[in-house]
């Protein structure tokens, strides 16, 4: 009974597998059909009821609106504006001064800003925004995509200022710094390797590497000592900030002493004006928006509690779900939300570039026309997982990994895997924690593993399994302009998942036999 159960809940999953990788099928078709397929399947087998099924599909809906679509829709009009006022012209310019050479530009851009968006907003921002900037200085834009992908696995346990550590640490009564200190500690070495993925992706092989290995070295060990350390010791708001802040510092001081000198086959074009250079004012023009998003999200973050305690609020909390006792309650944050912040920056920052309202209004609305099928994609998706959740589709295949697995001791094998089914079905590292980390913590308690340690596991898998979600793919192809071609970055990235989820459950493995973990 537990196999068939099994099988019958992987049927969406296995469906928009096949459907984007190979039928190549739109993402927004693909996951329409996802819905339409788990809810007769949670009607008919699970027996849920038809109102429960439909409210429950509408709370996903609804949940990824906002603030999960609203993010990502401001990061992609900060991003189009610019470009509408030349901004993003004088930032290629800014850029050009530092290195021409595609790689470096890469791991500034992906690896250290976009670590940094990732841990002081989230929901996307770390693919979206990076992924779009090194399109619009001249990079490749499927390589661009799948090398934010590789790298926003590890940042993800400490995105939005270490929510989904803190929601773990919640949901499975565990000491939030021990586990913060596991989190750290399993991740390390895919954290590590990551830069050297991102150069060899966007380089197309190892011969990306020539002359880049001590740069990429700066890269990441400026990136994760600091990082590691905040973690064991500050807890798991700060490392992806603090990492990514002197990251960046290390990596724009060192590009041109340790950068590679006279490689013209990664080098870009990026056209310099013939008269003076920018001065330090036009500079911080073009950069406004992405400074007034630093700011406005550290000062609204729990950096600053007098500011966020004073809007927090500011919100609305409704059950929507129609068994009110199971339901969870949405809280829609009117103000005090990543995608709220990122747009009064880009409202500001436009203001300060010259751009008028009508400029603005157009660039909303052309953003929204070309993006509604990412939009449509990702409320399908949030969807399928809130019904696979309420049905108990989601629990019944990580029972049935467990019964497989638990008896030969192999369960911290799989411990990743069940973490990245989990982010491959809601698209969230917070929501997976949610939905498997009592489960992890507790099975490892019965096989008498560290539940700090399969926890961690399980935060780990959910950064692995945002790489191959048709959320996080339907983001990543409206940052780059690949919307309906999602079955083409399935294609592309599902060999460096697999990848990163061995190396995972190897990682998780060992760590358990040596009795790791608080």
Not at 507 to 515: K, L, P, S, V
């Amino acid at each position: 009974m537990l196999f068939v159960k099994f099988i019958l809940a992987m049927i969406p999953i296995l469906w928009l597998i096949i459907a984007l990788s190979v039928l190549k099928i739109a993402g927004h078709k693909a996951c329409l059909i996802a819905l339409a397929i788990t809810a007769v399947l949670s009607v008919g087998y699970w027996k849920l009821s038809v109102i429960n099924t439909v409210t429950g599909a509408l709370e996903g809906v609804l949940n990824a609106l906002w603030p999960i679509c609203l993010v990502i829709i401001a990061a992609l009009f900060t991003y189009n504006l610019t470009l509408k006022t030349g901004a993003m012209d004088k930032i290629k310019q800014m850029l050009a001064g530092v290195s021409t050479d595609k790689r470096i530009l890469l791991l500034i851009i992906g690896w250290g800003f976009g670590n940094f968006m990732e841990g002081m907003a989230g929901f996307g921002t770390a693919v979206a925004i990076p992924a779009s900037m090194l399109v619009g200085i001249g990079l490749d834009p499927l390589g661009s995509v799948l090398a934010c992908f590789c790298v926003n696995t590890a940042p993800t346990a400490f995105g939005s200022v270490g929510v989904p550590t803190t929601t773990l640490a919640t949901v499975t009564n565990l000491d939030v710094l021990p586990l913060s200190g596991d989190v750290a500690t399993i991740q390390v070495i895919l954290t590590l390797i990551s830069p050297f993925i991102m150069v060899m992706i966007i380089g197309k092989g190892l011969k990306a590497l020539k002359g880049m290995i001590p740069f990429t070295l700066v890269a990441t060990l400026s990136f994760v000592i600091p990082w590691f350390f905040a973690a064991h010791v500050l807890g798991c708001e700060l490392p992806n900030i603090i990492g990514s802040i002197i990251s960046l510092i290390a990596m724009v001081l060192t590009a041109k002493v340790l950068g590679p000198k006279g490689d013209t086959e990664y080098s870009i074009e990026i056209e310099k004006k013939e008269e003076s250079s920018l001065t330090v004012s036009e500079g911080i023009i073009a950069w406004s928006p992405f400074i007034l998003i630093f700011i406005l999200l550290m000062a609204t973050s729990k950096l600053c509690p007098p500011i966020q305690n004073a809007i927090a609020g500011i919100k609305t909390n409704v059950i929507v779900y129609a068994d009110k006792e199971v339901g969870a309650t949405l809280g829609f944050s009117w103000i005090n939300t990543p995608g709220v912040m990122i747009f009064i920056a880009a409202i500001i920052g436009g203001l300060i570039q010259k751009a008028s309202l009508a400029d603005m209004a157009g660039v909303f609305a052309a953003t929204l026309k070309t993006y509604w099928k990412t939009i449509v994609t990702i409320c399908s998706v949030v969807a399928v997982a809130k019904v696979m959740g309420y049905s108990g589709m989601t629990q019944d295949i990580a029972n049935f990994l467990l019964a497989v697995t638990g008896p030969i001791h192999i369960y911290p094998l799989i411990s990743p895997l069940i973490g990245a089914i989990g982010a491959f079905v809601t698209g969230s590292g917070t929501s997976t924690c949610v939905l498997f980390g009592p489960l992890q913590a507790s099975t490892a308690a019965q096989l008498g593993l560290s539940p700090s340690w399969i926890a961690a596991a399980n935060v780990m898998g959910a950064g692995i399994g945002k790489m191959i979600s048709p959320q996080g793919i339907a983001i990543g192809a409206g940052a780059i302009n690949m919307v309906g071609e999602e079955s083409k970055i399935l294609s592309a990235v599902f060999k460096y998942f697999i990848f990163y989820v061995v190396l995972a459950g190897i990682i998780c493995f060992a760590g358990a036999m040596m009795g790791l973990g608080a």
